[in-house]
């Protein structure tokens, strides 16, 4: 793919495109999880279509590897435009939708609360409409979140659990969760919510915590930074390895029959133990440089989450393999590669 005239070479692409094995259709491509699912699926052989939205800088960095992949197109489109999706969606007939698109910061969602909703809830219904007046076989996987659980009424979460949103985020994700539930009751759509518990990567973005704590801790050592200001140091999360987290994905639309599940590692740590694992890890004491800035704490806190991945486990066969520690040191040595150490 020529990436230089990407207007260009996305639409040639894409009408050269001839069906030959399973094609998936992701939104979200250049994100985190995003660009994990698609190494997965192009490795099992899939042709990916991948959603990427107009942007006046390089939204293509998770990605670029694969941007020479010949199983790999590009369409230009956004999840706040239906018409685009609905066209789309018929010209590609996708044997698998991966809704992984989202105003996806907790926090920035109290500043734009309107947006988001309009990506984060209305985009899903607006896909799921694209999928039913296609007339196509399509299975939808809804990138759902455990931020849903919120106020927590009971620990460990697992399916079940009533839900709680705190943040116009999380509630736009419950319409989201719920609308997918509602056409596969209402229209038998075969769709599935992952309820996935936070997870990180060398390639999350840096304004989500752990990341944002993997970065200064590099740049800390490599004496580039002096401080690193947090916010809330005794919330509490199940921080899981996305890479892991993209099989679920894939493994849950394998099934005879549709179905919801709680994706997390079943540990629960505070940003507080993130940052000291972190600094650790290098040699350095956190309290040292860490310091508590109010400016990153939120209208409406989620206090504390755990995940119970046990149906998972028994429906699935998925496990994860990498727990707190070994992500925590993992994120902090790629930042070190990243700066040049
Ligand atoms: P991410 O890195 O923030 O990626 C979000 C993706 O959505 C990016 O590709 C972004 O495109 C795209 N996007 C944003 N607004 C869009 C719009 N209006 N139209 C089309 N695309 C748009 O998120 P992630 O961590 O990979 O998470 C993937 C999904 O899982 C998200 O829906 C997130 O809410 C959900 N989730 C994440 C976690 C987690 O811990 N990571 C846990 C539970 C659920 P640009 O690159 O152009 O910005
Ligand atoms: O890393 P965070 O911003 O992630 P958060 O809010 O849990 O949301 C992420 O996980 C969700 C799954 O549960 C996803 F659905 C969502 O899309 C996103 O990927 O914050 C984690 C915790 C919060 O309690 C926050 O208050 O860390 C606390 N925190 C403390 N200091 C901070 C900071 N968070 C950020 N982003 N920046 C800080 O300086």
């Known amino acids: 793919m020529n990436c230089e005239e990407p207007a260009l070479a996305i639409g040639a692409v894409a009408r050269q495109f001839a069906r030959v094995a399973s094609n998936a259709f992701i939104t979200g491509i250049t994100g985190q999880d995003g660009s994990y699912l698609s190494e997965f699926l192009l490795e099992k052989g899939y042709h990916v279509h991948g959603l990427v939205r107009r942007a006046s800088t390089d939204n293509l960095q998770r990605i670029r590897h694969l941007l020479d992949h010949e199983r790999l197109t590009l ?11 609905t066209r789309l969606v018929a010209e590609l007939k996708p044997d698998e939708v991966y809704n992984l698109a989202a105003q996806s910061h907790v926090k920035i969602s ?33 990138a759902s979140s455990s931020e849903m659980f919120g106020k927590v009424r009971e620990t460990p979460q697992v399916e079940t659990t009533p839900f709680h949103p705190r943040s116009p985020y999380a509630c736009a994700k419950l319409f989201a969760h719920w609308i997918t539930i509602n056409f596969r009751e209402a229209y038998g759509q075969f769709g599935c919510s992952g309820i996935l518990f936070n997870h990180e990567s060398p390639r999350r973005g840096e304004t989500f915590v752990t990341r944002k704590v993997s970065m200064a801790v590099a740049r800390i050592k490599l004496g580039l930074q002096d401080k690193l200001a947090l916010g809330n140091l005794d919330a509490k999360r199940d921080w ?72 998972a486990k028994r429906v699935l066969g998925w496990e994860p393999a990498t727990k707190f520690e070994g992500l925590v040191r993992l994120m902090v040595d790629e930042d070190l590669k990243l700066l040049g150490s």
Do not use: C, N
């Open 110 to 142: 109290f500043d734009t609360p309107d947006y988001t909703t309009d990506v984060t809830a209305v985009g899903a219904v607006r896909l799921l409409e694209a999928i039913r007046s296609a007339g196509v076989k399509t299975r939808y996987y809804q």
């Open 240 to 311: 899981g390895y996305a890479k892991e987290y993209v099989e679920a994905m894939w493994l849950m639309l394998q099934q005879d029959e549709p179905d919801d599940f709680v994706i997390a590692t079943g540990e629960t740590h505070t940003v507080r133990e993130l940052a000291q694992v972190a600094f650790d890890h290098v040699g350095l004491d956190w309290e040292q440089y860490t310091e508590v800035d109010p400016t990153y704490y939120r209208p409406a806190e989620v206090d504390m989450l755990l995940g119970d991945p046990g149906k």
């Open 75 to 85: 369409h230009h489109g956004d999840l706040t435009d239906g018409g685009g999706l």
